[in-house]
């Protein structure tokens, strides 16, 4: 019997017009989940993305003993209280690398965990050494065996200061949990400054924590005894909505983009105006439209507020059409350029050397049948459809489950012809 799989199924050439409302943003949910376990009792997070990454970590915080009620698609209540264990289920944390969020609570829930160490994904290796080793400064001791991390804090966390070789997201986010219930006091220098830290920030502090400099590469963490459930809301997604604004530019007539706050595009927004792309901000959000055509440009992906590698692809997209030629370099993950193979199938010119990208902009794109590589390439991939002569087949619809809800759903509720369909 024939495999049956998703793929998402676009044809292209008609304009996108009308408004879309992004999600929570998952980048941010997933962390506050897993903070959950350090407030035993009843936390409720609304504006929660209804996507598989998240039901993934659902299922981890529930292997670990929480209650999930999922109240709508969008609210979950999560009872920590009768949370035991600290052992999480290998197979989940092999399947999403964000689990490993819930190192930081778990060990400042019992003093130990047991997390698998998070294999690598096709963008790169995805270490967690910079985790491990800020860790150590608080006072864990770590195991590494049979695939999973043994950490153990056998004198409780003591707060420390702690430099990051690099401004890792996950790092920060771990060092921030942890350091909330250590003893005395935290600094975490060259900090990740992305909007889903300052986020998981603000409900550690509505939870009785006392953080400042979230947000800022220093962030200072007073170690306090416990915390306690509270009610927040995740902030709006800035990639769902870069991605929807990156439409726009490819075919908005115009698109209006709410659910989120622009401020956290700031960079991408200068960007693509300086591609020719109008972009007006908005009650709620941003009017973006194109009317001549799109131009050329250089990017380099860094961290916040530099511009976001989770926004690579669908620029790639965009840079491909532009006339003229484009460098894009990406500094964060090894190997984040795979979708340019696909993207030239469909008609583009792009060469990789090493960490650059060379775009040599084309015409247009004729439809191809394409396989998305993560979850931001597939969306990307999708997006080049849009404007593609013909049909385009997108398989790898999996990954794009991961970090987008509705995701065609919406892009049709925007005028476009796009399907998910099942085939042999
Ligand atoms: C988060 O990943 C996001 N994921 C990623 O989004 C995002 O691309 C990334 O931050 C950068 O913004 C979630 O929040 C769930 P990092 P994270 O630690 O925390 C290396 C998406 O599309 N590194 O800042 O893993 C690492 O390998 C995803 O939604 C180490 O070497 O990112 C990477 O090359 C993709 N050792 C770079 O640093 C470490 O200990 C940045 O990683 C940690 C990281």
């Keep these: 019997m024939a495999e049956k799989r998703s793929i998402i199924h676009v044809e292209g050439g008609y304009p996108l017009s009308g408004h879309v409302t992004v999600e929570g943003a998952k980048n941010s949910a997933l962390k506050l989940m897993a903070a959950t376990l350090m407030a ?13 990454d998240v039901h993934t970590m659902g299922k981890v915080l529930s292997k670990l003993g929480a209650r999930i009620t999922v109240c709508d698609a969008h609210t979950l209540q999560i009872d920590t209280s009768d949370v035991k264990s600290w052992v999480t289920p290998y197979e989940l944390v092999v ?29 790169g290796a995805r270490k967690v050494d910079m ?53 005395g006091k935290t600094v975490i220098d060259n900090a990740a400054c992305e909007p889903e830290i300052v986020d998981l920030a603000t409900m550690l502090n509505e939870m009785g924590a006392s953080i400042t400099g979230a947000g800022t590469p220093v962030i200072e963490i007073e170690g306090v005894r416990e915390l306690s459930p509270v009610t927040h809301g995740v902030i709006g997604d800035r990639i769902e909505a870069g991605t929807f604004v990156a439409a726009a530019g490819l075919v908005g007539d115009p698109v209006r983009v709410h659910g989120f706050n622009p401020d956290h595009l700031g960079l991408v927004l200068k960007k693509y105006e300086a591609m020719g792309i109008s972009i007006k901000r908005i009650e709620d959000g941003l009017l973006v439209f194109r009317e001549g055509s799109l131009l050329p440009t250089s990017i380099q992906t860094l961290p916040f507020p530099g511009f976001p590698t989770d926004l690579q692809a669908q620029t790639m997209v965009l840079l491909a059409l532009a006339e003229g030629d484009s460098v894009v370099t990406e500094n964060i993950f090894e190997n984040r350029f795979m979708m340019a193979a696909e993207l030239n199938r469909m008609g583009a010119h792009i060469r990789i050397e090493g960490h650059h990208a060379l775009i040599q902009g084309v015409a247009g794109f004729s439809g191809a049948p394409v396989e998305g590589p993560d979850l931001r ?13 013909g049909y385009t087949d997108v398989s790898g619809v999996e990954y794009i489950h991961r970090g987008y809800e509705r995701f065609t759903d919406k892009l049709r509720g925007l005028g476009a012809h796009v399907e998910e369909i099942e085939v042999e």
């Design 131 to 183: 985790h491990m080793m800020g860790l150590s400064a608080l006072g864990v001791d770590f195991q590494i065996g049979h695939g999973n991390i043994h950490a153990s804090a056998p004198g409780g966390l003591k707060g420390c200061s702690v430099t990051l070789e690099f401004p890792s997201v996950g790092a920060t986010e771990n060092l921030l949990m942890a350091g909330a219930l250590a003893h």
């Design 40 to 52: 035993p009792g009843v936390t409720t997070l609304t504006n929660v993305p209804d996507n598989s």
């Design 377 to 389: 390439a597939g969306a990307a991939l999708v997006l080049a459809g849009l404007v593609a002569d």
């Design 95 to 123: 399947k999403m690398r964000a689990s490993t969020a819930v190192l930081g609570p778990l060990l400042a829930r019992f003093g130990k965990a047991v997390v698998g160490m998070p294999g690598g994904c096709k963008i």
